[in-house]
């Protein structure tokens, strides 16, 4: 793995504390990190009054041309979408629960940004 790879996972995991602490703080309840499938992944999932939030975390500089928002494409919105489906098939227990799909973002500063309900 080279220098920029590391740096990569360093920041990723990074993020994702920063943004459990803040989801902690804000009264959720974590349930998982890191839920991997074949064909879908979801950083953080968390539970807070009857909705389950699937987030993604992103660590992303100042200086980059794109917003943040736009890094759910087609193709990430349905591997997380699968993912989530999944999640919910072994999980019955959460199905009477609202979903929601959001992304934590993280500036270069450890500022936090936190968007709900994307899609």
């Known amino acids: 793995m080279g220098y920029s790879s590391k ?4 920041k990723g995991k990074e993020g994702e504390n920063i943004a ?3 989801l902690l703080k804000l ?3 974590i349930l998982e990190r890191n839920f991997r499938i074949k064909r879908g992944e979801i950083d953080i999932i968390s ?17 980059s041309p794109l917003h943040p928002l736009e890094i759910f494409g087609t ?8 993912a989530a489906t999944y999640y919910l098939s072994k999980n019955v227990s959460f199905r009477d629960h609202f979903v929601s ?19």
């Open 7 to 10: 740096r990569r996972v360093i």
């Open 20 to 22: 459990t602490e803040l």
């Open 27 to 29: 009264g959720h309840t």
């Open 47 to 63: 539970e807070k009054e009857n909705v389950l939030y699937f987030t993604e975390v992103k660590y992303w500089a100042r200086t």
């Open 75 to 82: 193709n990430k919105i349905r591997r997380m979408k699968t």
């Open 101 to 119: 799909f959001s992304l934590a973002l993280i500036t270069e500063k450890r500022e936090l940004k936190y968007y709900l309900h994307l899609f």
